[in-house]
């Protein structure tokens, strides 16, 4: 029997999305290596987040009651703990911010394979095999990891979460955290890039994207903005590059939007992108290479050159386009 | 003080390309420096520069080729750079992140940094690991996705005082110990263009290209766990409706589609 271990992630009183995910993504890895899906929940209200992650097929969740939020230090050490207490085949995180922190140190402390940001998991003889993403999604590949247990992260949006509740097994799991190893301090949050205006709220989206090349050539988009009364968004380079500020950034790392439009243009539709903007109504995608991701999802696809298109699109709404 | 950051040539794929069993050709590959390095790279630089006597050191796992990239770290204002290879190195297909982390922690070892610097991930396998599994393998302390850091308390006070960007515009305040690696996020700074000075001054500059032999491994430590077994474009998705015909057809069926939906007035 090879158990399965996957470890929730939640944020200021609330368990995150992708932890029940992650419960779908490890009840299929367990059924496949014929062993019990266990979760565990380390820091916060454990309790409460415990009878939140009994859900459909789920054996046995754990629970570490130690400090508020989460610290990269105490989370390694928890998990490690688990780990050799357990000995799942596989230790599951999301490949979130937090995943990022404290998941590698992991499977460094165990001397087990680590894979990242898993789209896909598939397991067969005693073979771990992974789909994952290269190259700025240009590219997926198929990974063999040989050998395991093994270390995986999973990627948010991939399984869909496990809805229906379950009958599992809740206990807590006494961790003596060497405080002495804990050498990070988390000392506080903050929202970031409130601004004046709450692209959240917007109906109509135009957002722009690295295809717009250089920091001048914005005014063609704010023409544009002008001309149909939307309002302005950007995916993260803009932002980046300090063109616009923070609070104009769609995405995992900037804001969620569900307008009824979403202009996409020049954006090619990274996933960090798309995890921000997915839930528009209507997606309309403006790129110069037809092969963009940004077309996978788009309703209305114009494959061509920006620096052609918008000047046509401002004069169809009766403005004048600048010259850049 | 000594900054040590770690920079990796990465392969960016042109818009059409082809695959051959489970690599892209090379004739489709350009290789640049990894742009969450660029950002490693100035965060260093700019160490360097509110510090007296702050040593930036870059250090690459890379064939000859990648020396290319890692002058553009010295053209930038690194001071020394440090080439891991070797034959055992290049018969692997993919390195996996523990591997990575052995060669980098050989020469972190060597050079007894007080801070590491790395971009967060690489835009080719995007791991987004060798950071965390660097400091663990160290036993040095870390903090992943860095979008700010406190540079005055780094040099005075030896605290690495960060910000990590979570999800949905949230950011966390971290205080870490050093040394430690901080894995750093794009957008934190604002990486600088290397001068023609530079350029220049990079390309008499020395690069130490060391061995397995040399770090004191073998063969046995850069054995990978991971085997690529397929490489396929993705399949589209797309039940996207194209608009059709040259620039101004597309902006009107365009604008049709905007009245259609509502959003723009007629």
New interface residues.
Partial sequence: MSDVLVVADHRRGDLRDVSFELLTAGRELADAADGDLHAAVVSGNVEEFAEELNREGVDQVHTVDYGEEFNHDVYTQAVVALAEELDPEFVVTPNSVNGLDYAPAVATRLGRPYVSDATGLDYADGTLEVTREMYGSKVETTVDVAEGPFVVTTRGGEWPPVEGSGDAEISAFDVDVDEDAVRSTVKGFEEVGGGDVDIGEADFLVSIGRGIEEEENLALVEELVDATGATLSSSRPIVDNGWLPKNRQVGQSGKQVTPDVYLAIGISGAVQHVAGMKGADTIIAVNNDPNAPIFDIADYGVVGDLFDVVPALIEEFGGEPPSV | MKVLVTVKEV???E???E?SG?E?EETYLDYDLNEWDDYAVEEGVQLAEAGDDVEVVAVTIGPERSEETIRMALAKGADRAVRVWDDAIDDVE?L???TK?ELLAAVVEDEDPDVVLSG?QA???????????L???LGF?????VNALDTEKVLDEGVASV???????????????LPAVL?IQ??IN?PRYASLRGIRQAQSKEIDVQSLDDLALGADDVAS??????????E???D????EGD??E???A??E??RE?????E
């Fill in positions: 392969a960016t794929v818009d059409d390309f695959i489970t892209i993919l996996d992140v523990e982390a967060v835009n080719d396998d995007s791991f987004g690991a060798t950071g965390v599994a400091a663990e393998t302390e870390w903090a992943a996705v910000r990590r960007e979570l999800e949905g515009g949230v950011e966390e305040l971290t205080d870490v110990e894995a794009t957008g604002e766990d991971l085997d690529v077994t397929a490489m396929y474009e993705p589209t998705e797309s996207a409706q194209y608009l620039a101004g597309q902006a009107s365009l604008a589609v905007l939906k509502g959003v723009v007035g």
